[in-house]
């Protein structure tokens, strides 16, 4: 669930808090999050933060290795990134204490000269938020990295750059949730941005004209950067388990279109919901709803 704007709110609040701290210790208990063995976890140890930030829908928390000596290794790399992606359930958040032994959640836990502990949570049952410890040359190498679009916020290109990224007969609702095409939307925000956009989530991208194009860019920044200031107004430290979405449109099904007061409407799949105005994005039609006309079948 954590996108974009909850990923880059967590990114800044952490770097504030966090930059030029020591680590004194770092494990991975439990289920192994940890993608990665070399370097080890203990290279952290006795090292400092040098920042936290946010790439795509994935947070960076880079670290300054401290050789006295000037020694550099051969890839003449001195510093290390934590590389880490919440997926559904994942939280990254900053304790005044370590945690206790009954903890079950925290899936990395890193630990402060100054007794704060930064912990990589999880909830639900699912464990699939991971953790790699790269190099810092690395870092933008790595699959996970390198194969992402251009950043959706603050400038995912002009319009006519989205139109050519955009250029697929799929529909766009899939398209925007494609780290490959842009990084950093998923499905709650996917549904905001259409609904501002006035565009049907079942548009194929290659039909797009260029207003069209001109309307889903503008769409794109202005409702991500009107979360993160939301945010930046809403959440402190500690970062809370449930963010507030400022969401108008996603999960509000049935209730009345904040432009027009239209129903919304929503399309449900197995796992996700789309949520639409039939009046303000496709023409008035109410799109299948699949679970529905499976049950009726
Ligand atoms: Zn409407």
């Not at 239209?262 to 679970?291: M, N």
Request: hydrophobic content about 40%; aromatic content about 4%.
């Amino acid at each position: 669930m954590p996108e974009l704007p909850e990923v880059e709110i967590t990114a800044r609040l952490l770097d504030r808090a966090l930059a030029g701290t020591r680590v004194e210790y770092a494990r991975a208990p439990g289920i192994n999050a940890l993608k990665t063995f070399d370097p080890p976890l203990s290279a952290l140890e006795g090292q400092s933060i040098a920042a936290v930030h946010r790439r795509g829908k994935h947070l960076v928390v880079d670290i300054d290795v401290d050789r006295r000596d000037g020694d550099r290794d051969e890839a003449g790399c001195v510093s290390l990134a934590l590389l880490i992606h919440l997926m559904s359930a994942g939280r990254l958040q900053l304790y005044d204490k370590p945690a206790g032994p009954r903890d079950r959640s925290s899936r990395l836990l890193v630990g402060l000269e100054d007794g704060r502990e930064l912990r990589l949570r999880e909830f639900g049952s699912k464990q699939a938020a991971w953790v790699k410890l790269l190099r810092s040359d690395e870092l933008e190498r790595d699959d996970s990295l390198k194969t992402l679009g251009p950043e959706a916020w603050p400038d995912p290109g002009d319009p006519a750059r989205l139109k050519d990224l955009l250029a697929a007969p799929r529909p766009l609702h899939t398209l925007l949730r494609d780290q490959h095409v842009v990084a950093g939307i998923g499905r709650s925000w996917v549904d905001e941005i259409l609904w501002q956009a006035r565009l049907s989530p079942y548009k194929r991208g290659s039909d797009l004209d260029e207003d069209e194009a001109r309307r889903l860019r503008d769409a794109i920044v202005e409702t991500l950067a009107g979360a993160i200031a939301h945010y930046e107004q809403a959440i402190q430290l500690p970062l809370p388990d449930k963010l507030p979405l400022p969401l108008q449109v996603h999960r509000h099904q049935g209730e009345p279109c904040p432009r027009c007061g239209a129903t919304l409407e929503a399309v449900h799949f197995e796992d996700y919901v789309i949520a639409y105005c039939p009046t303000c994005q496709t023409d008035g039609r109410v799109l299948k709803d699949r679970r529905l006309s499976r049950l009726l079948r």
